[in-house]
């Protein structure tokens, strides 16, 4: 089977996972399924050894990862930021994702690196960490036991993927740094015509980032979102002055 351009783009995510045994099984399940990005957060040391047990043929892939001490900074040129998630809380997403739906929103996004992000062994992701994502992935499970290990998890998101993925050409949509640019040109312009009555200013500022982050603007359309939220203000500050 020829192998998927979408496939290339992906990179997986392992925020500080606890065992090198699981980033071995990680490495074997990424490779199977053509997928050859792996990014880990945090600046644990592992026994390479686990890690080669259990990865077998794709201990390359632990070799070449890359490395971040935050999820922020492996993030920072991302054009699509998945969190990998059963869990719902104060942060969370608004929705999430089949792994299927996943791969159609995928599909549908232009050329840029997609980061899938999977979070610790023991407690999964933060809520602050999944904030930083632009949407949620879950993995349908029994209601009497729903949790997957690390390395499961991962099979079955990067299996879906690579069975439903198309290769495609598109636009170029803004990396993840230009999203929260548009976002506080939105949310400051809110706050210079009076709009926040409580609150609710980081809440609105989420809100548009993800937003945004699922519309995939191009370059010029954020620019002209900026363009136009800057107008409403000054708009509105000219009124009042005059």
């Given at each position: 089977?020829e192998?998927?351009?979408?496939?290339?783009?992906?990179?997986?995510?392992l925020?500080?996972?606890?065992d090198?045994a699981?980033?071995?099984?990680?490495?074997?399940?990424?490779?199977t399924?053509?997928?050859?990005?792996?990014?880990?957060?945090?600046?644990?040391?592992?026994?390479?050894?686990?890690?080669?047990?259990?990865?077998?043929?794709?201990?390359?892939?632990?070799?070449?990862?890359?490395?971040?001490?935050?999820?922020e900074?492996?993030?920072?040129?991302?054009?699509?930021?998945?969190g990998?998630?059963?869990?719902?809380?104060?942060?969370?997403k608004?929705?999430?994702?089949?792994?299927?739906?996943?791969?159609?929103?995928?599909?549908?996004?232009?050329e840029g690196?997609?980061?899938?992000?999977?979070?610790?062994?023991?407690?999964?992701?933060?809520?602050?960490?999944?904030?930083?994502?632009?949407?949620?992935?879950?993995?349908?499970?029994?209601?009497?036991?729903?949790?997957l290990?690390?390395a499961?998890?991962?099979?079955v998101?990067?299996?879906?993927?690579?069975r439903?993925l198309?290769d495609i050409?598109?636009f170029?949509?803004?990396?993840?740094?230009?999203?929260?640019?548009?976002?506080?040109t939105?949310?400051?312009?809110?706050?210079?015509?009076?709009?926040?009555?409580?609150?609710?200013?980081?809440?609105?500022h989420?809100?548009?980032?993800?937003?945004?982050a699922?519309?995939?603007?191009s370059?010029r359309e954020?620019?002209?979102?900026?363009?136009?939220?800057?107008?409403?203000?000054?708009?509105?500050?000219?009124?009042?002055?005059?």
């Amino acid at each position: 089977m020829e192998q998927c351009a979408d496939l290339n783009r992906i990179e997986i995510i392992l925020v500080e996972p606890q065992d090198g045994a699981n980033i071995g099984a990680v490495c074997r399940a990424m490779k199977t399924m053509g997928i050859n990005r792996l990014t880990i957060i945090g600046d644990r040391i592992y026994n390479e050894m686990r890690i080669k047990t259990l990865a077998i043929h794709a201990f390359d892939l632990y070799e070449k990862h890359s490395r971040f001490d935050t999820l922020e900074q492996a993030i920072e040129d991302s054009i699509l930021v998945v969190g990998a998630s059963r869990r719902r809380g104060k942060k969370r997403k608004y929705f999430s994702l089949l792994p299927e739906q996943l791969a159609e929103r995928i599909s549908s996004t232009g050329e840029g690196k997609i980061s899938i992000v999977f979070g610790r062994e023991s407690n999964g992701l933060t809520d602050d960490e999944l904030s930083l994502c632009h949407m949620g992935v879950k993995i349908p499970s029994s209601d009497e036991f729903g949790s997957l290990n690390l390395a499961q998890a991962v099979q079955v998101i990067t299996y879906t993927l690579f069975r439903n993925l198309q290769d495609i050409r598109g636009f170029q949509p803004i990396e993840n740094r230009r999203i929260k640019e548009v976002s506080d040109t939105v949310t400051r312009s809110f706050d210079m015509i009076g709009f926040y009555k409580g609150q609710e200013k980081e809440e609105v500022h989420q809100f548009f980032t993800d937003v945004i982050a699922r519309a995939a603007l191009s370059e010029r359309e954020a620019a002209q979102m900026e363009r136009l939220f800057r107008k409403m203000a000054k708009i509105k500050i000219y009124k009042e002055t005059n």
